[in-house]
């Protein structure tokens, strides 16, 4: 990816799909080239958690909302260090950003950080694009001198795919960290980051959780040191197919029945460890407003999702695998897809979606004290 800042507003810019069809607008953010899948994301709000969020790395979000960046960009809500998304792509971008935490703009911090943009495209017709045919390789060509379409298309096309990707080391931590408890400790949790975001672990501190964040290369001995009461495997980026290392850890905590809860890459993890295939998504789940059903209770949350890989796991029946009877626990309400697996026999559980609510609905924040009380039940 190359990139440059000058002028961006007034510089062409063109997004070019895979298979051929191409969107002409204005450079947004960076200047440049940039290439990867084509998402889009259904949120009306919270871009600034979805541009800093690992699992989108590689990927080029198309937002679904017409007007992006009107509350610009401040120092508190990132969920890492920097942006992930490959590519931005909006309809109509804020002119004068306005909130009274906002320090710069949108286009500004994406100018900064080097990524690259497309800005006065039919975003509606794009998705709609999408949904039709499925997320596939684009690119975003920003500049005066442009090469032809049928070069740029030729480097679309060359571009590598997601399905195979193996991404969570290139977005997790290197080195351990710990994210201490507020207030009283009550648990220690091992947290394996294959992508994680800043307020998962936040959310646990909340309920008295000490968090030992851990590279996504950590072994069941890395593990296992930090004396853990409850172990977590977060969301990330990439196709879980590729994920072998971070399922043999997971088995290996399954071995020993200590509490384990995962979320979204996590869950795709626990559905490999269990016997499950997973298999890519036409285009995914994005956005903040999902009906996902626990079918634990019968109760419906609106979710923030973000995958395009789901785990093939029977709907309607009890498994039984090599750790125990395994079932369904949520399921998406727009098509059936798997959003959450439990074990009937030790205390193990995860969903496809984000609980940590950064951005989105606090729906799901019980997932959080239904990990607590496995790891109360297992001490007791």
Known sequence: ??????????VPAVLVL?????FRGRAYGAVGVTFGEAVFSTGMTGYQETLTDPSYHRQVVVMTAPHVGNTGVNDEDPESKQIWVAGYVVRDPAR?????????SLD??????????????????????LRERGAMRV????????PDEGTMLTEVRQAPEMKGAD??????????????????????????????????????????????VLPATATVEDVYAVNPDGVFFSNGPGDPATADHAVSVMQGVLERKTPLFGICFGNQILGRSLGFGTYK????HRGINQPVQDRTTGK?????????????????????????????????????????????????????????????????????????????????
């Not at 004068?96 to 320090?103: C, Y």
């Open 1 to 10: 990816m190359t990139t440059s800042t000058r002028g961006a507003s007034k």
């Open 18 to 22: 895979e298979d051929g069809r191409i």
């Open 96 to 104: 004068v950003p306005s909130n009274w935490r906002s320090r710069r």
């Open 108 to 129: 500004e911090e994406l100018a900064k950080q080097g990524v690259v943009g497309i800005s006065g495209i039919d975003t509606r017709a794009l998705t709609r694009h």
């Open 139 to 146: 690119g975003i060509f920003s500049g005066n001198a442009l």
């Open 167 to 212: 991404l969570s080391a290139e977005v997790a931590t290197k080195e351990a960290y710990v994210v201490p408890a507020l207030g009283e400790k009550k648990f220690t949790v091992a947290a394996v980051d294959l992508g994680i975001k800043g307020m998962t672990p936040h959310r646990m501190a909340e309920r008295g959780i000490e968090v030992h």
């Open 281 to 284: 998504l036409k285009y995914g």
């Open 300 to 380: 419906v949350e609106v979710t923030a999702h973000n995958h395009g890989f789901a785990v093939d796991a029977p709907l309607d029946k009890v498994s039984e695998t090599p750790y125990g009877r395994a079932e369904v626990s949520h399921v998406c309400l727009n098509d059936n897809v798997v959003e959450g697996l439990q074990l009937l026999d030790q205390p193990a559980f995860s969903v496809q979606y984000h609980p940590e609510a950064a951005a989105g609905p606090h729906d799901a924040a019980y997932l959080f004290d239904r990990f607590v009380s496995l790891m109360e039940g297992q001490r007791a």
